[in-house]
């Protein structure tokens, strides 16, 4: 049989190899700035677009989505041709995709500073977005599986089987997650509420880490590890085992994001149950990596790119340690809200995600400019002030999530509270956050030597666009040579579309074990006859608290604790959230948790402190909202905003869209005329009245213990 010529097409993996640059420096210096602002409040910089609650959303977007997306289809790009012996299925789709994807980040980096959010993490862009990226992501797909089915191998390799579960994965979770209904252009209301979307969201969440952050990056590590090695995947059986374990219980572990929260029981038990065993196809897949390396240790200490994989994987297997640490339930209860969170993930993020894409353009940019990396010692300089920016950033996040989480539970010899006042232990922890910042700091620097040292590398190279090779056809009819080639496994590996099929089969029991008994059976949400809708000014309130991106700094959920009932009051239920659309029970506490807030300070409090939080609480690090107080509050959306709600099944009454306006006049008159009593004039149609509206609501639906809440929260 002769030999087939053909190109690879090595223009679409240059193009996101340079967004990957470009976005991951934008991302970092972003995150940078977020980091700066949690002790130095003036890093703000004193306008609406670019406070923490804003561009927060902005820095984990651009480090996700930007940076390791672009990575993500970078390595795809590259290694998909190579393992099918074939040009990418479509030159027009593969600019579709690049174009598309990098039009949909611009998107997020002007709505998200705008206050243009859904709220839910790690998926905020609103639903104009939502659907763009759905459109893009049947775009990847298409051009991905039209390449497997006009490939010349017979079998998939072990990393296109990740992909594939990236691709299947990443669809359900992002539409599943993005059921929302409309309000105007850029707002809508997602159609679950309160203890049901809580566990979308987090099923989302958890398996955006999974299957975004994860999935495709075992991939890559198949594909590239060996290459760069020069030797063969450690074990064939452990890569099956290792694949079809993780997709499979992966999917299962979102509830360890909710324990202790209003989240029936029975699924709380389910997501510790499977993140416990999430700990072995993890670690399998960390083991096969490491052990491919078996016999070329001496390269690893003469080669940076093997450096950089190296400590990616020790990273990959801390984090996924951690994982189902904290989602033991004695663990959990110290180390949840805490900084201990953010250490776990950017221990994944930093060194998984970041150095095995470090580690992959250092081998990749110079194969396809066909020259020498520009300088060994930049790439070098860049391992170690990078390992030493992850341990700046990792070990004082450890330190002050500790902290926090003992803080919080402390009691005296009295039986009181020994640190009552919340924002004692966010002024002890200041430090910490000093030092990663400069962790940040490095890390970025590292950043900044590798995109000069690559591009020094493009210049003195020429990039072969079109990438000559050759390979035998894929014959039309096989004959079975291999005994091997009849089990199970091997014939499913001719199969790309019966494959794709069974990974989605895998991946969907574990969601709907969880959630469709949530969904269905009434009594897993029992209703609270106290509760009633918010009022119209209420409503427009707490989507300015959405807006300012009041949840990533506050949470919205008492947990069944002494620590936590003697500090905020009554421990949150699951009725009280039946109206809220999304749920705002947020996942880290860099300011108390506001859920029993309404009533425990006057208008007057709510309005000094929007204005100048260091006048209520002195040594704040929360920024000022001047702008509250001098924007008019939007009542043009009132009426859709009612409406909206109605059709979700909040039960305002018939016709109540008509005069909801009227009603929201009356009582924010009502606010401004209090407020007017403390010597505070400010109009009753400023945004402001709305937010003080909102947060006097929280938690009075209900009778409750009011706890021990200092004036200077």
Not at 482 to 498: A, F, I, N, S, Y
Request: hydrophobic share 45%; net charge positive.
């Amino acid at each position: 049989m002769q030999l087939e010529k053909f190109t690879y097409d090595n223009k679409i993996v240059r193009n996101f190899g340079l967004a990957t640059l470009v976005w991951g420096i934008i991302g970092m210096t972003v995150g940078l700035l977020v980091a700066i602002q949690l002790f130095k409040p003036s890093m703000n910089l004193g306008n609406q677009y670019t406070t923490f609650g804003r561009i927060r959303p902005l820095h984990t977007n651009a480090v996700i989505f930007a940076f390791v997306g672009n990575a993500i289809f970078m390595g795809v790009y590259y290694s998909l041709q190579r393992l099918l012996k074939t040009r990418m299925f479509s030159d027009v789709l593969s600019k579709i995709h690049f174009w598309g994807w990098q039009l949909i980040i611009v998107s997020a980096v002007i709505t998200l500073p705008l206050g243009l959010t859904s709220s839910h993490e790690y998926a905020e862009l609103e639903w104009p977005i939502d659907i763009a990226i759905t459109v893009i992501w049947v775009v990847f797909g298409i051009n991905m599986f039209g390449t497997i089915l006009k490939r010349r191998e017979r079998h998939l390799y072990v990393a296109i089987w990740f992909y594939i579960a990236t691709f299947v994965t990443v669809a359900v979770l992002h539409i599943v997650n993005s059921f929302q209904l409309p309000v105007s252009l850029f707002k809508s209301y997602y159609i679950f509420a309160g203890v049901q979307d809580a566990l979308v969201q987090w099923w989302y969440g958890h398996n955006a880490v999974a299957f975004f952050l994860t999935t495709p990056y075992l991939g890559l590590m198949y594909y590239f590890l060996p290459k760069m090695a020069n030797r063969p995947v450690y074990s064939y059986k452990l890569s099956i085992l290792h694949f079809w374990s993780l997709i499979f219980i992966y999917i299962w572990a979102g509830p360890h994001h909710l324990l202790y929260t209003s989240l029936p029981g029975w699924a709380q038990s389910l997501g510790v149950a499977f993140s416990v065993m999430l700990i072995a196809p993890s670690w399998g897949g960390m083991i096969n990596g490491l052990l491919t390396l078996r016999g070329a240790w001496d390269k690893v200490r003469e080669d940076v790119t093997l450096k950089f994989m190296v400590v990616a994987l020790t990273a990959y297997g801390m984090a996924t340690f951690e994982g189902p640490l904290l989602s033991l339930k004695q663990v959990n209860a110290i180390g949840h809200f805490t900084d201990w969170i953010v250490a776990h993930v950017h221990v994944g993020a930093l060194g998984w995600n970041g150095f095995l894409t470090f580690g992959i353009l250092y081998w990749l940019i110079p194969r396809m400019y066909k020259t020498e990396l520009y300088s060994k010692k930049l790439a070098s300089f860049h391992f170690w002030i990078g390992t030493l920016g992850i341990l700046f950033y990792a070990i004082p996040m450890y330190w002050a999530g500790f902290t926090q989480g003992l803080m919080w539970k402390e009691f005296s010899p009295e039986g009181l509270l020994k640190y009552p006042n919340f924002l004692s232990t966010t002024l002890q922890i200041i430090p910490m956050h000093v030092l990663r910042s400069i962790g940040g700091g490095l890390y970025l620097i590292g950043a900044l030597v590798m995109t000069y040292n690559l591009a020094k590398t493009m210049l003195k190279g020429k990039l072969v666009a079109n990438e000559e090779a050759e390979a035998m056809p894929l014959p039309k009819v096989v004959t079975e040579t291999d005994p091997g080639d009849k089990k199970w496994h091997r014939v499913l590996e001719r199969k790309p579309m019966k494959f794709m099929v069974i990974s989605l089969i895998v991946i969907l029991i574990g969601g709907m074990v969880e959630m469709m008994p949530t969904f269905t059976i009434k009594s897993n949400i029992p209703t609270i006859s106290s509760v009633k809708p918010y009022t119209p000014l209420e409503l427009q309130g707490r989507d300015l608290y959405i807006k300012e991106g009041c949840v990533n700094c506050h949470s919205q959920t008492v947990r069944p604790f002494r620590s936590e009932t003697e500090r905020y009051g009554e421990y949150s239920k699951a009725g009280e959230f039946v109206y809220d659309h999304p749920f705002l029970w947020g996942s880290k506490r860099t300011g108390p948790d506001l859920h029993r807030i309404g009533g425990k300070y006057s208008n007057a409090w709510h309005y000094n402190h929007m204005l100048d939080p260091t006048s209520m609480s002195p040594g704040s690090i929360m920024p000022s909202y001047p702008w509250l107080i001098e924007q008019k509050l939007d009542t043009t959306s009132t009426a859709a905003k009612i409406r909206a709600m109605k059709t979700l099944g909040v039960p305002y009454k018939e016709g109540f869209d008509k005069i909801a306006n009227l009603k929201l006049t009356e009582q924010a008159e009502e606010i401004a005329a209090d407020l007017k009593q403390n010597n505070i004039n400010v109009k009753s149609d400023r945004e402001i009245v709305a937010l003080i509206a909102y947060l006097q609501r929280l938690g009075t639906d209900i009778k409750m213990n009011k706890g021990i809440i200092p004036s200077n929260q």
